[in-house]
T-cell receptor, first 113, second 115 residues
Framework: GENVEQHPSTLSVQEGDSAVIKCTYS??????FPWYKQELGKRPQLIID?????GEKKDQRIAVTLNKTAKHFSLHITETQPEDSAVYFC????????????FGQGTELSVKP | DSGVTQTPKHLITATGQRVTLRCSPR?????VYWYQQSLDQGLQFLIQ???????AKGNILERFSAQQFPDLHSELNLSSLELGDSALYFC??????????????FGDGTRLSIL
């Protein structure tokens, strides 16, 4: 079945720097890749997603890139702010398994002022 | 506010007991998903219902069951509870016909503590 690996597990950056989180997936037929942000004790919040027919998507300071050949996708956050501090999860939906989200292990991002 | 409502927010009970978690999806969403989040297992998919029918299943224990009612709300039943069942249980919902690539929006979760 689908397996999603996420790196790094922790990431510390200075305010204003960029942060990059990377994920790889195993099922080449997966076609939807969302990213969620989860603050402590709160729900996962969808921040951006990308479908397999697109290579890159941007939303203000956040961007996601997808390399289908290499089966990896990345989250890029520019001009980081302290409020970006949270755990970020990547996920993938395997082909023909309804909407089953397979999550990566999570990355704890800390933005230091 | 995601529009997905989960009750109760917290649940404390003992081993061997049975509990029911409830979820109301966003208005118009036909699919409901249940996820378990624990420290050692991360976010794990349990089960999906679409318009009352089971659509996909994860590694859900036999002691756990779920259903989606005609008004589209869903309930997750956990029985013969064990200490290891302590976790955050999230419900999510999405629009569309239960196919993949539809954004899923999460509720605030139910924190289950087994004593």
């Amino acid at each position: 079945g689908e397996n999603v690996e996420q790196h790094p597990s922790t990431l510390s950056v200075q305010e204003g720097d960029s942060a990059v989180i990377k994920c790889t997936y195993s099922d080449s037929a997966s076609n939807y890749f969302p990213w969620y942000k989860q603050e402590l004790g709160k729900r996962p919040q969808l921040i951006i997603d990308i479908r397999s027919n697109v290579g890159e998507k941007k939303d203000q300071r956040i961007a996601v890139t997808l390399n289908k050949t290499a089966k990896h996708f990345s989250l890029h956050i520019t001009e980081t702010q302290p409020e970006d501090s949270a755990v970020y999860f990547c996920a993938a939906i395997p082909y023909n398994q309804g909407g089953k989200l397979i999550f990566g292990q999570g990355t704890e991002l800390s933005v230091k002022p | 506010d995601s529009g997905v409502t989960q009750t109760p927010k917290h649940l404390i009970t003992a081993t061997g007991q049975r509990v029911t978690l409830r979820c109301s999806p966003r208005s118009g969403d036909l699919s409901v998903y249940w996820y378990q989040q624990s420290l050692d297992q991360g976010l794990q998919f349990l089960i999906q219902y679409y318009n009352g029918e089971e659509r996909a299943k994860g590694n859900i224990l036999e002691r756990f069951s779920a259903q989606q009612f005609p008004d589209l709300h869903s309930e997750l039943n956990l029985s013969s509870l064990e200490l290891g069942d302590s976790a955050l249980y999230f419900c999510a919902s999405s629009a569309g016909q239960g196919v993949s690539n539809q954004p899923q929006h999460f509720g605030d979760g139910t924190r289950l503590s087994i004593l």
